[in-house]
């Protein structure tokens, strides 16, 4: 069983950036794979980044890439997400993954078992 918390979010205006940080549980963390994943009202949840398990992979969606930088420390248990120039269409829940199943150093934009609660962003114009 994997915990993972959400935490960062809030409200900042149109250009500013946010920090958004996911605590998991578990002594395995540095075996997983982890993404970010985003949900704004009225739409379906949609890829956000991912990471290795290593940290030596990263992945972006299109509309992130050069905005966005996903780490993690493995020794904390932590992957972060820092996110400058913020958009108002970049409002949404956004989720923490873990993907507890992968065999290779990579990070796939599906097959995540585990999840967070999610955390606010709300970009303001």
């Known amino acids: 069983q994997v915990q993972l918390v959400e935490s960062g979010g809030g409200l900042v205006q149109a250009g500013g950036s946010l920090r958004l940080s996911c605590a998991a549980s578990g002594r395995t963390f540095s075996r997983y794979a982890m993404g970010w994943f985003r949900q704004a009202p009225g739409k379906e949840r949609e890829y956000v980044a991912g990471i290795s398990r290593s940290g030596g992979n990263t992945y972006y969606a299109e509309f992130v890439k050069g905005r966005s930088t996903i780490s993690r420390d493995n020794a904390k248990n932590m992957v972060y997400l820092q996110m400058n120039s913020l958009k108002p269409e970049d409002t949404a829940v956004y989720y923490c993954?873990?993907?507890?199943?992968?065999?290779?150093?990579?990070?796939?934009?599906?097959?995540?078992?585990?999840w967070g609660q999610g955390t606010q962003v709300t970009v303001s114009s």
């Open positions: 993954a873990a993907d507890t199943t992968t065999q290779s150093d990579t990070a796939y934009r599906r097959g995540y078992d585990y």
